[in-house]
């Protein structure tokens, strides 16, 4: 009795055949490496194959009813892939060398037939049938690659630079981010490996990224992995791929992230994390350009540009013997430090209101506006957690509280916490520079208020002009002023 769902693990092969003693005789042959199905007359087998796709079918030809040949021409129009092989003790019968061609008959074998024969016709059909699937998924990778290419135009290309670049990186005028973002960009034209630095939550991937946009490599994918987040066993196979039968459940050759990127950007976030044993293995793939997915005998050549990121005193873990100091200095060409919220204090409230657009637009929220007295309950916070921190609560305030406003109590307590013992004015002065002129101060300020505004209006300028009672020319004006014409 054929079972309903077949394992994957071995192909599958349909034994056609009305006489029950030549079944078993096929069955016994092939069992030890195929998914074995059989069918008695053509119409079971059309039910079989309606309900269960197989690699190869072999058929008898003289069957009651209808031909082998004649039922593997009508296989052949609704199942094009399965490879078909017909079994005759008549080498001059008329219908099947007619049929043959017609048919797509793979192989004609004739009875008496031997097991060895048999079990090598089979074992060549299904690998054919691999072939087949390996070059037509190759193709179509390949016009597909074309054809992504050639739609990247020079246009798309500057889209995605302005989407991804460091002007999107939410900050006010003077920010302590504003000299990162500098320096990074500057060293995104050159193809040099990128350690970032910071605490969790603080924004690295988006800096990555928007090097990734700034560089010459943009037209390249930016693919990401948490290192963190798997076993190294595990994280070996992701980054450099592996062959099929590596390991037990490796059942087809698996593209690692490495050649996934080739021609772009790997992004390693938590680089400190992993073990010295594939810190190893890494540093091979930095110094000779090469992968060796897991399983193979040969390396495959890859051409990736490397930023990892961390919240690791990698220095230290160096001191501790847990971080090799050879791939260290490989993955710092050029190294960057995002500051932690708390030291971004200015940029607090355009950060939350961006983040409200953000996510509302996810949760289909009407959204929400902050008041001031919410604002300064804000900037009191030190955010241990950083951006990711104040995502969440503002998901959290978004998806509990009802109204135009979110007011303090939206937020959970330890927020609320944040605000005792400090009075608006000083969650004020937190925003503000600590020397200059009036006039340089009320600068800041106003800056900070515009930027905020075209971020929440989405830089649409005519409703940003409205709200700042502004003609248009005036709100340029002062977008020039402030270098906010290319944000």
Known sequence: ????????????????????????????????????????????????LQRQPVSVIVCDQRMPGVSGVTFLKETRERWPETVRIVISGYTDSADII?????????????????????????????????????TSRLDLELRTSTRVLRQRTAQQMAQAREHFGFERI????????DAVCELAARAARYDIPVLVLGESGTGKELLARAI?????????????????????????????????GA??????????????????????????????????????????NEVRPVGAARPVPVDVRIIAATHRDLEQRMRDGLFREDLYYRLAGVTFTVPPLRERAADIAPIAHQLIFDVAS??????????????????????????????????????????ASLP?????????????????????????????TLAERLDVIE?????ETLLRHRWNKTRAATELGLSRVGLRAKMRRFGLEGA
């Open 170 to 177: 939410v900050r006010t005028p003077g920010s302590p981010i």
């Open 408 to 436: 303090p109590e939206a937020f959970s307590p330890r927020v609320l916490q944040g605000q005792l013992g400090t009075s608006n004015a000083g969650a004020l002065a937190a925003v503000l520079p600590h020397s200059g």
């Open 212 to 244: 990734h946009y700034a560089s010459p490599r943009l037209a390249g994918p930016f693919e990401v992995e948490n290192c963190a987040a798997i076993p190294d066993t595990l994280l070996e196979s992701e980054l450099f791929g592996h062959k099929r």
């Open 1 to 48: 009795m054929n079972a309903p769902l077949p394992p994957d693990i071995l192909p599958a092969v349909l034994l056609v055949d009305d006489e029950v003693r030549s079944q078993d005789a096929m069955r016994r042959t092939l069992d030890e490496d195929f998914t074995i199905f059989t069918a008695s007359s053509a119409d079971e087998a059309r039910d079989l």
């Open 447 to 451: 800056a900070m208020v515009l930027r």
């Open 362 to 403: 996810e949760l289909g929220h009407p959204g929400a506006n902050l008041p001031d007295q919410t604002l300064a309950c804000l900037l009191a916070y030190p955010w241990p957690g950083n951006i990711r921190e104040l995502r969440n609560e503002i998901a959290r305030a978004l998806a509990l509280h009802s109204g």
């Open 98 to 134: 007619a049929g043959i061609n017609e048919a797509g008959i793979y192989q004609y074998i004739l009875k008496p037939w031997s097991p060895d024969h048999l079990l090598g016709v089979v074992r060549n059909a299904v690998e054919a049938q691999t072939l087949q699937r390996q």
């Open 247 to 288: 390991f037990t459940g490796a059942y087809e050759d698996h593209a690692g992230l490495f050649q996934r990127a080739h021609g772009g950007t790997v992004f390693l976030d938590e680089i400190g994390e992993t073990s010295p044993a594939f810190q190893v293995k890494l540093l091979r793939v930095l110094q000779e």
